[in-house]
Structure formats: C-alpha cells, structure tokens
C-alpha cells in the first residue's frame, strides 16, 4: 500500500476543527491531525500531528519542559473503549509536569519558540496502531493561570483512524 498516496487522500478530505475547552478563551487552540507515517517507527505506528495555535494577546514561549509536545495528555479510544494511556507517554509527560511545577527545571534542549497572536507550532506524537478496529485520539493540554495556583485545560478535537484488517 501506498502511505504517501493515501495520506494525500485523507489530508485532501480531512475537516480542520479547532479545539474546545472547558474556558472559553484558554489563549490558544489545539487541533490534531494525522501525520505521514515515518519510516523509523514500526509499521502501524500512526503519527498525529498537534497544532497549537495561539489566540492570546501575549506571546507564547516554550521551555525545555514543552518541548516535542511532553506536556499533552493523549487520550485514546479503540473499538469505543477508553484506553490507559502508554506508559512512555505518561511518564514523559508527568516528569515535564513535574519540571513545570518546579520553574521549568528540565533536562534537554530548549528549542526556543516562541509565538504571537494567530502563529503556531506544531509537535508530533507516535501511537502503535498495529490492530485492526476504530482508533480515537484527543490530546489535552493543561496551562497555567497567571497570579494563581490554578490551570486551564484546552482540549483538541478528536481524530478518528480506521485500521483495516491485513488481507492475508
């Protein structure tokens, strides 16, 4: 099968919906869509691409801590039943919380971005999808509150990807 082909077709047919959250203005947008499939990862490894968008009127600036996307919470469902979240995952994005809480003390590169009002950045997440059935994807994003102890969570819509059983 073709992955360059049908990623074409799907990213041809595929609807952008913005993202929704609990607050109705977070300062940013999430959207998440598939991604090319990249020869690294095993075959069925599914790439989700996360766009975040700021909506703010402050500029946006990532730290060691959010770099690559460790701060989102990936949720997933297959065959309509929630499942854990990956360990990897987990603790990756737990370890960069944990680095947030303390100042931004992470270990790693700082890429450096930064974004204004309407700019975005992107971040790449991998997911096995090795099993045939209904796969569901939404990505959250915990943000602090400015001059408090409280967060805000931004949520991305939901992408679905249907793996097809292999034809023998």
Excluded: H
């Excluded at 409280?150 to 992408?159: G, I, P």
């Amino acid at each position: 099968m073709k992955w360059n082909v049908l990623f074409l077709v799907l990213a041809a047919q595929t609807a952008q919906v913005f993202a929704q959250s609990a607050d109705p203005n977070p300062g940013i947008t999430l959207r998440l869509s598939q991604g090319l499939p990249r020869g690294e990862f095993p075959e069925g490894t599914q790439t989700l691409i996360v766009r975040l968008t700021n909506t703010s009127d402050n500029w946006i600036r990532e730290d060691a801590c959010e770099a690559g996307g460790a701060l989102y919470r990936l949720i997933i469902v297959y065959n309509g039943v929630p499942q854990k979240e990956p360990d990897w995952i987990r603790k990756r994005r737990e370890t960069a919380e944990a680095g947030e809480a303390a100042g931004g003390l992470c270990m790693g590169s700082n890429p450096g971005r930064r974004i204004q009002l309407g700019e975005y950045w992107e971040d790449s997440l991998n997911y096995p999808t090795e099993k045939p059935g209904t796969y569901q994807f939404t990505v959250e994003l915990k943000l602090p509150q400015p001059l408090s102890d409280s967060t805000v969570t931004a949520k991305s819509n939901t992408l679905t990807i249907v793996v097809p059983p292999t034809k023998n």
